[in-house]
């Protein structure tokens, strides 16, 4: 008998499990060719036997049997059934151990999924659905278990041996093998599961938890990169600190421990007391990393530091409750980054994040609720929507219920779930019961997809001194959501003005927003002297689109002196994509393009008086990208985008050439490289500066940038200057990139940005070089990283190269979703999604890509993960 594996799942089919596995024993013998793993599992009965016997059913995937024993009695094959997904064992006993033998071969495993080797280390990846490729096992969240797990290997190749918990055990065995007994007390779900074996370094420190428990930390990673793992022990510490202070989490193994592999499918693994972590999330040295992977490092491992408690002690109880892990703990690295740096520039890079990314995704074919109702493959969950837009809602929560109410509510959560799987209803419940508010319609945001559209409306009445905002959302499914806004009143001198809502005693307390319940509503504003400029959504209050029919003149002023800096920024980004914009269709209309004095003035201000958070300014001076501002079109004018916002770029640095000038000049190091927040803030307006200046086409400044290039004592100022180098015409760029690989040859993850900037280059012949590259000694697609580097940074990063009317960049890209088919489906499921956006193209664009989604389609057998995507591209 076959059991049939339904595809979609759906939500509302959960029901508990039959069986619970209260212990796992597994003992894994690693060897080259064949290892060998062996489970026992005590399982207990978890339904009403009175009404009948449920059969004991495993999930396991491409797994060799060796042998299956009930209380140490072995099962001959009459006694289960097995089929390509699960193994069946139709009379159990109340409680009983089942021990499982199986067979597996790491080394030949392409899918970074279950257990497989990197550069020569064992490693596991278990979520969501990994375990069962190690064994037979109900491999499902809500199955929490305590593991003890035995490693045995070669002691001279694989002196390392880890998994989670505490070393129980360890010594030698004969002929040159070794093992080692780890236990880990906190009952866990599968997809925890984590197991290391190879030859690694330590790199060691050691925090002292607020209530005096000593931790030990250790980084393990190959011994080449012993002198690239400070920064990432620095940033474990500064988490665990954090999480203490503002979430009250304190750790609680004696061990944490983080691996780096360089093969690796997302980012990294929360496994329990042992990460397992993508390499460029922990390698950093000076010469080797960026800012912004100093940044992104902090940010990952404060990520998976903070899963501890908000994924592990806590889990999901289903993988439709996904973002109570993820959305949360997203939400809870945003601040711990906010508080590391400067809050507001990281409220910028994560809304550009949100939508660049969730946006367009919540607008096409693969659109979902943050909570969704089905899925055909489970690996495509992992996903914008379900990680950024489920760190929106979070902060709405928080908005809404206020920071002290917010506090309450998570110690609430953390402490009535903990060691469960949690939902999404569990989650709000505890907030609406810490604050005392009915967050029922706040639920529909956990529902519903898509992005609302917000349409706010002011009219200032000067005889009565009142002014009326009047809000409509525009929500599919016509139900309203409950959405917070954050806002203030400018007057036309840009000072704030006291905010007092007609009919309530005192005017709204800083930092309070009004809350939306309605279709429509009105605000009615009293003692508002003349037509005010509203600041609205502060600090992006709610994950909408705003439209508010703002003058030039009311963003100028909103970009010069609103108090909410992020407000700040949105204006001028604002500004920026109107004028863009206008272009466009000036362009299309065949008119020469003028820009605009409004925005020459604006930017003129941000250069000479912009204030001294550079950081911020060099936010505020970088224009929209064109994928962004592809977004504001029905139908993307690629090459329209494209040369506007050359064109604005070009023309803003002529006629600010001085100020720039002045301004790149101050910016100027003045010691060595230090990751901190003056620094970066120096480093990333001075490569902003540069980038304009670099427009010019003037050999003295090509010649300024590629001194940059060469002298730099740090990658972040080195690679700013090569990848404009890169960009330009000009045979600098050619020389800079012919040194840079030289000089990095044995640093994969330098070779990464060497790939990945010639693949966003606009210049005229990238596709020819994205093409000669792929077959480049270096270049591979069994590396995730590397493959990523070069195809999706391609895809996504380059929208007027790989669009090429021609359409070999959809061929392309269609090519190695086939040939990730059997290689990495999880990889390759990722790069067909830039295909499926195809009905946001002209007609010419949308048919080819539309022909490349439906050769995919044509493939003999396609993976789960693959298909997916294709089909809802297509449908
Ligand atoms: N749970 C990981 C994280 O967000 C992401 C991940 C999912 C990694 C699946 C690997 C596989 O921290
Ligand atoms: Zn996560």
């Known amino acids: 008998m076959h059991l049939p594996h339904n595809h979609p799942v759906a939500l509302s089919d959960y029901t508990p499990p039959d069986y619970r596995v209260e212990s796992v024993h597994l003992t894994v013998d690693l060897h080259d060719d064949v290892t060998l793993v062996r489970a026992d599992l005590s399982v207990v009965a978890n339904h009403d036997r009175t009404k009948g016997i449920r059969p004991l059913v495993l999930d396991g995937r491409g797994l060799v049997l060796r042998c299956i024993a009930l209380d140490g009695k072995p099962l001959t094959t009459d006694e289960y059934v097995r089929d390509d997904e699960t193994l069946t064992i139709h009379h159990v006993p109340e409680q009983c151990t089942v ?285 914008a929507t379900v990680y950024n837009k489920g760190a929106e809602l979070i902060r709405m929560l928080r908005t809404l219920v206020g920071h002290d109410a917010f506090r309450r509510g998570m110690d609430l959560y953390f402490d009535r779930h903990d060691g469960t799987g949690a939902t999404v209803e569990n989650l709000v419940s505890a907030l609406a019961e810490a604050s005392g508010r009915d967050l029922t319609q706040f639920m529909r945001w956990y529902r519903e997809a898509g992005t609302p559209e917000i349409h706010v409306t002011g009219s200032h009445d000067a005889d009565t001194k009142a002014y009326t905002l009047t809000i409509r959302q525009g929500v599919a499914g016509g139900e309203p959501l409950l959405i917070p806004l954050a806002m203030g009143l400018l007057d036309r001198n840009g000072n704030e003005l006291s905010v007092h809502l007609d009919g309530e005693q005192a005017p709204l307390e800083p930092g309070r927003a009004l809350e939306l319940s309605r279709q429509e509503e009105t605000f009615c504003f009293r003692g508002i002297p003349e037509e005010p400029v509203p600041s609205l959504f502060r600090g992006f209050s709610a994950p909408v689109r705003l439209h508010y029919a703002y003058t030039e003149a009311d963003l100028a002023l909103l970009m010069g002196k609103d108090g909410d800096l992020f407000n700040r920024w949105e204006a001028g980004q604002r500004l920026m994509t109107g004028t863009i914009l206008q272009l466009v269709a000036d362009r299309r209309a065949g008119q020469e393009l003028r820009l605009p004095p409004a925005l020459v003035e604006a930017c003129g201000t941000l250069l000479t008086s912009g204030g001294n958070d550079r950081a911020f300014l060099a936010e505020a001076l970088t224009l929209p990208s064109e994928n962004l501002l592809g977004e504001q079109m029905k139908e993307i004018e690629v090459e329209g985008i494209f040369e506007a916002r050359r064109f604005v770029r070009t023309a803003l640095a002529r006629q600010l050439r001085g100020e720039l000038s002045a301004l790149w000049d101050q910016c100027r190091p003045t010691g060595p490289y230090r990751f901190e927040p003056a620094e970066t803030g120096r480093r990333s307006l001075a490569a902003c500066c540069l980038g304009y200046l670099m427009t010019l086409d003037d050999p003295s400044i090509r010649q300024a940038c590629l001194r940059q290039f060469r002298e730099a004592d740090n990658m972040t100022d080195s690679l700013s200057a090569l990848t404009l180098l890169a960009h330009t015409e000009g045979s600098e760029g050619e020389t800079a990139l012919a040194e840079f690989h030289a000089r990095w040859r044995e640093e994969p993850l330098v070779i990464d940005k060497w790939f990945a900037i010639q693949a966003t280059s606009p210049l005229p012949d990238t596709f020819a070089r994205v093409q000669r590259l792929l077959e480049h000694p270096d270049f591979t697609l069994a590396n995730p990283n590397r493959a990523r580097s070069l195809i999706l940074s391609f895809a996504v990063n380059n929208p007027v190269r790989f669009h090429d009317r021609a359409g070999g960049g959809y061929r392309l890209l269609a090519d190695h979703v086939i040939k990730l088919n059997s290689l990495n489906p999880m990889i390759g499921a990722r790069m067909a999604e830039p295909l499926t956006r195809w009905r946001r193209h002209e007609l010419n664009r949308r048919e080819r890509m539309k022909t490349e989604l439906e050769r995919i389609a044509r493939e003999p057998t396609l993976a789960r993960d693959i298909r997916d995507v294709v089909t809802k591209g297509l449908a």
Not at 102 to 114: F, H, I, M, R, Y
Not at 212 to 236: E, F, M, P, T, W
Not at 346 to 357: A, E, F, G, S
């Open 99 to 383: 021990s499982v033998s199986t067979e597996l071969k790491p080394q030949e495993n392409t899918l970074l999924e279950g257990l497989y080797r990197s550069g020569g280390t064992f490693c596991t990846q278990c979520e969501a659905e990994g375990f069962r490729r190690i064994t037979y096992f109900p491999d499902r969240p809500d199955v929490l278990a305590a593991y003890t797990v035995t490693i045995t290997a070669d002691r001279a190749t694989c002196p390392v041996l880890l998994a989670n918990g505490n070393l129980a055990a360890s010594g030698d065995l004969p002929d040159g093998r070794h093992y080692a007994t780890w236990h880990d007390p906190f009952p866990k779900p599968s997809y925890l599961f984590a197991l290391v074996a190879g030859d690694l370094v330590k790199v060691e420190d050691t925090f002292v938890t607020k209530s005096g428990r000593r931790v030990a930390l250790q980084i393990y990673v190959q011994s080449h990169n012993r002198d690239k793992c400070d920064h990432a022990v620095r940033s474990l510490a500064e988490a665990m600190r954090w999480d203490e202070e503002a979430f009250g989490r304190e750790y609680d193994l004696d061990l944490y421990m983080i691996v780096a592999v360089d093969d690796f499918n997302f980012g990294a693994m929360e496994n329990k007391g042992l990460n397992v972590f993508n390499s460029r999330y922990v390698l950093a040295r000076p010469d080797t990393a960026t800012d912004a992977d100093y940044a992104a490092i902090e940010g990952v491992i404060g990520h998976e530091y903070f899963h501890n408690w908000s994924g592990n002690r806590v889990t999901c109880r289903d993988w439709f409750q996904l973002s109570v892990k993820e959305g949360l703990t997203i939400f809870r690295d945003q601040e711990f980054s906010a508080a590391m740096g400067s809050s507001a520039v990281k409220r910028i890079q994560d809304v550009r994040y949100l939508r660049t990314h969730q946006f367009p995704e919540d607008a096409g074919p693969l659109a979902h609720p943050v909570r969704p109702e089905t899925y055909d493959a489970i690996n495509n969950l992992y996903t």
